[in-house]
């Protein structure tokens, strides 16, 4: 069992920073791969980025490639998502998922992973 906690959201201007924390509670973090999705209004919720369960490997959506960076510290059980050079389409709920991967594959689709957290208000105005 794993818990997630998102924080770090927030209200910034479009070309403004980020940074998202996703705080993990349970056993075995370091064989989970981590991923963060987000879900604009009135849009079902999209792939952003994922991590390998040791952080070796990464993959990111094209429209945040570049600007976006996902990190993970597994001494601290912590999931990060630097965010630059925002945009007012980035504006949505940002989820932090967990999904049991020892092996160190990643997954783009939200179906893969077991373990959600409630969400962070990311809004980007212009």
């Known amino acids: 069992q794993v818990q997630l906690v998102e924080s770090g959201g927030g209200l910034v201007q479009a070309g403004g920073s980020l940074r998202l924390s996703c705080a993990a509670s349970?056993?075995?973090?370091?064989?989970?791969?981590m991923g963060w999705f987000r879900q604009a209004p009135g849009k079902g919720r999209e792939f952003v980025a994922a991590?390998?369960?040791?952080?070796?490997?990464?993959n990111y959506a094209d429209s945040v490639k570049g600007r976006f960076t996902i990190s993970r510290d597994n001494a601290l059980k912590m999931v990060y998502l630097q965010m630059n050079s925002l945009r007012p389409e980035d504006t949505a709920v940002y989820y932090c998922?967990?999904?049991?991967?020892?092996?160190?594959?990643?997954?783009?689709?939200?179906?893969?992973?077991?373990?959600w957290g409630q969400g962070t208000q990311v809004t980007v105005s212009s």
């Open positions: 349970g056993r075995a973090f370091s064989r989970y791969a």
């Open positions: 998922a967990a999904d049991y991967s020892p092996s160190g594959l990643t997954r783009l689709s939200s179906s893969g992973y077991e373990y």
């Open positions: 991590i390998s369960s040791s952080g070796a490997s990464t």
